[in-house]
């Protein structure tokens, strides 16, 4: 039997002129956890979808099971006994769960039908055993990004898959779904099972995997064992540097109230009220946070915070006007610049190149459209490239590569950078840094700070309890759509909050 479930051999592919992944030589061990790290845009998404089919190398070889093999879609991928959870979701929103999960496998009833009996007892079955709740019978559309993602996981369990690629399965689930999964993971490694588990998060990399390897530019630049490394040296051996966890900053200089939430409660798009009677000021020059579980009304509030979704009771107050009923246009043009959760449906359109994505939200005025409507173009791509440049995002043609074509990270880079730009008075963040590598975390977390000591107001939204600690002046805690408590951030602690988010939880529950 051969030692290496997969052996990539001198793998290169580009796009263009940029070289995404530079004669990668790579194995993976039968039956371990192998970790592939690496700075946003560094080629890891690439090299996997190389294996899965998805993109063809340039040249190079791949050996599966010691055998050189040729993969040309998906489907000699899960022939070969590879599935993949892919970074960014590849499911049907209109069809159900079960009908994603079965999507080109349906198990047929002796007259030809599709057997959903069968189907829903199958990965009833999956779920079950490894832990993955999801409800068969919803609609993608109608489901949170953390099913969404377990309905993927289940979708490679279903195809019974013996290599399963992880492409950042964290980077949308919850500290509670990513304990979960890191038990997944040694479960299906107990069975035999060999998995490629891509992250930013060095924890989860020491928790759950046997071996690690980084890539850097397109270029594997080690190979370790992870028992052999701390956190510290995993994050230099990325980005080249040593990077700080910790962001540094002065006591605030605290102003005026720029938002105030006068008993708001607004509604979820099933129709239950998911933010109930919440009250809350942010003033300028202080970062407020709001810690909480997911699902509590955190994304239900940033909805009416950015004027998508009218709040069904309350009144929103920025600068002491009343925007309650303000769109978005007119809420940017008070200076609200906002980073949504979920860039890929909520900020960013992916046909449109990077200028166009940048001045998504000011382009019909002002320096970039005339009293006439003509567009500026040549100001939108100049400034574009201005900050797609101060924000280190890299793409193959610059601002004129579209966001399809940018790594994970980079997009979320495009929108904050955008968003930064808008935001004169108040900055609204939620899960600013979710799928970046350490260094741009570093970087994003420096903005941050900056435009609070520029005398911004910044309320950050995160499901990260050291993203909040990190950042905060003051903690608010979320629970069932109310604000549970407010906490001075300098006497905080990690354990505090923690119990402030889970004993107001089962306090509501249990009333
Ligand atoms: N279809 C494409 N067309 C042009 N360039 C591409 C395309 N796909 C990827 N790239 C570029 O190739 C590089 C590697 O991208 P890849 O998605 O593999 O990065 P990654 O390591 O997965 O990053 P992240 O952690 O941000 O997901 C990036 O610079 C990206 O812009
Ligand atoms: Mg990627």
């Given at each position: 039997m051969d030692e290496y479930a997969i052996e990539f051999k001198e793998i290169t592919k580009r796009f263009g002129t940029l070289v995404a992944n530079d004669h990668v030589s790579w194995r993976i061990k039968k039956g371990e956890v192998h970790a592939l790290l690496g700075e946003n845009g560094a080629g890891k998404s690439t090299i996997t979808s190389i294996l899965f089919g998805l993109l063809q190398a340039d040249s190079g070889e791949i050996l599966v099971d010691g055998k050189s093999v040729l993969i040309h879609n998906p489907n000699d991928a899960n022939a070969l006994g590879i599935g993949m959870v892919h970074q960014h979701f590849k499911l049907v929103p209109s069809y159900t769960v079960t009908e994603n999960i079965i999507l080109g496998l349906e198990p047929k009833t002796a007259w030809g039908h599709i057997n959903y009996q069968r189907a829903r007892s199958k990965i009833q079955e999956i779920s079950h055993q490894f832990g993955?709740?999801?409800?068969?019978?919803?609609r993608i559309a109608n489901i949170n990004v953390g099913m969404q993602q377990r309905v993927e996981i289940l979708k490679t369990l279903y195809r019974d898959a013996r290599i399963i690629v992880l492409d950042e399965p964290t980077a949308v689930l919850t500290p509670q779904e990513i304990d979960d999964l890191m038990q997944i993971i040694l479960r299906l490694k107990a069975q035999g099972r060999t998995i490629i588990f891509i992250s930013h998060k060095l924890k989860e990399i020491k928790t759950c995997a046997d071996q690690v390897t980084v890539l850097r530019r397109g270029k594997i630049v080690g190979s370790a064992d992870v028992s052999d490394c701390t956190e510290a040296q995993l994050a230099e051996m990325m980005v080249g540097h040593a990077v700080e966890f910790v962001t540094q900053k002065d006591a605030p200089t605290i102003g005026n109230v720029v938002l105030r939430l006068e008993n708001i409660s607004v509604k979820s798009m099933r129709g239950s009220?998911?933010?109930?009677d919440l009250s809350l000021s942010v003033h300028a020059g202080e970062v407020l946070g709001i810690a909480g579980v997911d699902g509590n009304g955190q994304s239900e509030l940033a909805l009416a915070l950015s004027g998508v979704v009218k709040p069904v009771k309350g009144k929103i107050y920025l600068d002491e006007v009343d925007v309650t009923s303000f769109g978005v246009r007119k809420r940017v043009e008070m200076g609200l610049g906002l980073t949504p959760e979920d860039r890929e449906t909520q900020a960013v359109i992916s046909n449109f190149n990077l200028a166009e994505n940048y001045v998504l939200k000011t382009f019909y005025r002002n320096p970039y459209s005339s009293v006439l409507g003509f567009l500026n173009k040549k100001k939108i791509s100049d400034d574009a490239q201005v900050q797609l440049e101060n924000f280190d995002v890299r793409s193959a043609n610059g601002w004129r590569s579209s966001i399809s074509e940018l790594s994970g990270g980079n997009r979320q880079k495009v929108v904050v950078a955008r968003e930064m730009t808008i935001a004169s008075k108040l900055l609204v963040v939620c899960q600013p840094t979710r799928g970046l590598d350490v260094g741009s975390i570093e970087y994003i977390h420096r903005q941050i700070i900056a435009q609070r000591n520029a005398g911004k107001a910044v309320l950050l939204i995160s499901f990260e309890l050291d993203e909040i600690l990190n950042l905060c002046d003051r903690i608010a805690t979320i629970s069932h759509g109310s604000i549970v408590g407010i906490i001075d951030a300098k006497d905080a602690t990690r354990q505090q909050v923690g119990q402030m988010m889970t004993a107001s939880h089962k306090e509501t529950v249990v009333g």
């Open positions: 993955l709740a999801v409800d068969p019978d919803a009220i998911a933010v109930k």
